[in-house]
């Protein structure tokens, strides 16, 4: 079971805390938002399901940089429409891109963030691979 606390003041600023630690939540510099949540859940979800997936495929890289880009409704409710997923994988085999491009394409289907998101907002994934 996941469980969060969040303390707020009775401004747009709070501390989110949770067993591993804290975050601060606002609309100032080095303060996050709710789509600034959102969007790294999306990030973290899908790189560790990715992570899975290539190391039971064997699959050998040195770093991963996801960047992560969501588009909302302009009208109410401005939920989220578009998302694109841009992913790098660095140190990767380039030999082995079919392989890796469907470790993503898994990662997509078993990443429940990704999943939850799907339902609201068109999702998109590109993939790079660098040696």
């Known amino acids: 079971m996941n469980q969060i606390r969040t303390i707020y003041e009775p401004r747009y600023y709070g501390v989110l805390h949770t067993k591993r630690g804290h975050l601060v939540l606002g609309p100032d510099e080095n303060e ?46 401005t939920m989220l429409n578009h998302i694109v997923l841009d992913m790098e994988v660095k140190g990767a085999d380039l030999e082995k891109e079919k392989q890796y491009k469907r470790a993503v394409e898994i990662a997509g289907k078993y990443c429940s963030v990704y999943q939850t998101l799907s339902h609201v907002a068109e999702m998109e994934t590109n993939l790079t691979l660098t040696p």
Request: negative net charge; hydrophobic residues 35%; glycine residues 6%.
């Open 32 to 77: 996050f938002g709710p789509y600034d949540l959102v969007l790294a859940g999306l990030s973290s979800c899908f790189y560790v399901t990715f992570l899975s997936i290539t190391q039971k495929m064997h699959l050998h890289y040195d770093e991963v940089i996801i960047d992560v880009t969501g588009n909302h409704r302009e009208e109410p409710p």
